[in-house]
């Protein structure tokens, strides 16, 4: 299975830029798409996609929200982080089944 | 506007089962992957079970496989997951989640809760 490794948490100041990261045991990259997809989800509610294939903004999503990386290194980057985006982030690759999860990174005002 | 609705949960003994049900609508339910996945308390979230557009595939997490059978019914725009053999490490919120080509999931229901104890 591929693991995906996040750290449990960040904290930022409202304003200021928050990177989340989520490193891969195994490249998730094929034929030039990286399958590697980020979710936010707030406390009592379902999670909610924001990036797929890496760096592409889900729909309705604001453009503070951007994606990046390859292989097996990849970024969530929130700029400027606002008060709605405390929240735990999930990496999900689907590369290969079964599909996994990161572990979440709690994303905290400072 | 795309819904997705599951019901079926509530507390049930070790050894039994259960039968969750995801009601779609917005979106041409035939034309898509299903899945579920589940979220223990104060957990993360685990992918469990995936089903193609039209139930030619299926596909289990290990912790599930054997024990758990994902189906649909097209005609009824609906998603199951029967659960047999219910084990207390089974006690999540479960959620049904569509799935576009890239494998990501790209609209959720609200989830059901299971709880598995004696």
């Known amino acids: 299975d591929i693991v995906l490794t996040q750290s449990p948490a960040l904290a930022v100041s409202l304003g200021q830029r928050a990177t989340i990261s989520c490193k891969t045991n195994?490249?998730?990259?094929?034929?030039?798409?990286?399958?590697m997809h980020w979710y936010q989800q707030k406390p009592g509610q379902q999670p909610k996609l924001l990036i797929y294939?890496?760096?592409n903004l889900a729909s309705g999503i604001p453009a503070r929200f951007s994606g990046r990386g390859s292989g097996t290194d990849f970024t969530l980057t929130i700029d400027p982080v606002e008060a709605d985006d405390t929240a735990t982030y999930y990496c999900?690759?689907?590369?290969?089944?079964?599909?996994?999860f990161g572990g979440g990174t709690k994303l905290e005002l400072k | 506007e795309v819904q997705l609705v599951e019901s079926g949960g509530g507390l049930v003994q070790p050894g039994s089962s259960l039968k969750l049900s995801c009601v779609a609508s917005?979106?041409?339910?035939?034309?898509?992957?299903m899945n579920w996945i589940r979220q223990a308390p104060k957990k993360g979230l685990e992918w469990i079970a995936l089903?193609?557009?039209?139930?030619?595939?299926?596909y289990y997490a290990d912790s599930v496989k054997g024990r758990f059978t994902i189906s649909r019914d097209n005609s009824k725009n609906t998603l199951y997951l029967e659960m047999n053999s219910l084990r207390s490490e089974d006690t999540a919120m479960y959620y049904c989640?569509?799935?576009?080509?890239?494998?990501?999931?790209?609209?959720w229901g609200q989830g059901v809760m299971v709880t598995v104890s004696s």
């Open positions: 294939l890496a760096s």
């Open positions: 999900q690759q689907s590369r290969n089944l079964p599909w996994t």
């Open positions: 195994q490249n998730v990259d094929y034929y030039g798409n990286s399958y």
């Open positions: 089903i193609y557009y039209d139930s030619s595939n299926k």
């Open positions: 917005g979106f041409t339910f035939s034309n898509y992957g």
């Open positions: 989640a569509k799935t576009v080509e890239a494998g990501s999931f790209d609209y």
